[in-house]
């Protein structure tokens, strides 16, 4: 199911200085991205300061998201007037001397580019350490949200459900007195055709062994193209798809089967038909269904 939400803290003021920070007034916003999906599918778009939570949030997804594609999208913006970092001089003698040792051990390395040095004031001034406490807790407080927008739609989309059921029952209803009718009149059509085949001239009476074997084939035809177990079992499943959808849960996969159960009682209906009327209920009734296994991918 579909959803969204967005979060934000603002950073607090290290206790190991009295002096304020480039990165003091910044914040951090997290938002979470949630669309529909038959399976689970998770992906991250964080800061690079941030990456290192990335299997946390992922745990904490998984712990409660069963299904969805879901998109988790985090920005930390400074406060400041100016945007980049300045390093401090105790962090540049720190990478000089970090520098020269590496290329003493290894050789011929690539110096560091000033790209390089402000990407590591800017985690040293604003980066995972000033959000360390933070970011956990404000993905909770996301995914929260998130479970409560997916929980609205969630009882819309049951709305619609127990819509459908409705419909298609009144489908069957339409359907059950016109199978008696209809086997009433193929097994009196059946036993006319046998009277003109057996009939050697107007008046000629038909053998009683003759007319026996004739009742028999029409019952047998009759029990072919009779769709009442069809109809009883469709019946069935929708009263076992409006007890889940009551109950709620995760009873995404068990919708799943039952819906696979509906279309093939309603394609039997159709294939089984001897009647145009019969055939165009049968059609109805599958695209109620189709509609309703769209939705029912997308439930938990």
Known sequence: ??????????????????????????????????????????????????????????ELLVGQLKRGKVEVRATIEGGSASPVAEPSTRLLQR??????????WIGDVQPLCVADVLRLAAAEQGGARAWSAD??????????????????????????????????????????????KLVASQRQRFIERWKDAMSAAPGTAIPEAAQDRALAEATAFAMRIDVAEEITRLGSHLDE?????????????RLDFLIQELHREANTMGSKSAALELTHLSVDMKVLIEQMREQVQNIE
């Open 1 to 58: 199911m579909t959803g969204y939400a967005t979060v934000q803290s603002s950073a607090a003021q290290p206790a190991s200085t009295h002096e304020p920070k480039a990165g003091s007034g910044s914040w951090l916003g997290l938002e979470i991205r949630s669309v529909n999906s038959r399976f689970l599918d998770l992906s991250f778009r964080l800061p690079e300061e941030l990456r290192q939570f990335e299997p946390a949030l992922r």
């Open 135 to 180: 970011v956990l807790p404000l993905a909770e407080k996301a995914l929260k949200e998130l479970l409560a927008a997916r929980k609205r739609e969630g009882t819309r989309l049951a709305a619609t459900l127990i819509e459908r059921i409705g419909h298609i029952r009144k489908l069957a209803q339409h359907a059950t007195p016109l199978v008696p």
């Open 241 to 253: 798809l409006e007890r889940l959808i009551s109950k709620g849960g995760e009873i995404g996969k």
């Open 95 to 104: 990478l000089n001397a970090v520098q020269d040792n590496v290329k003493a």
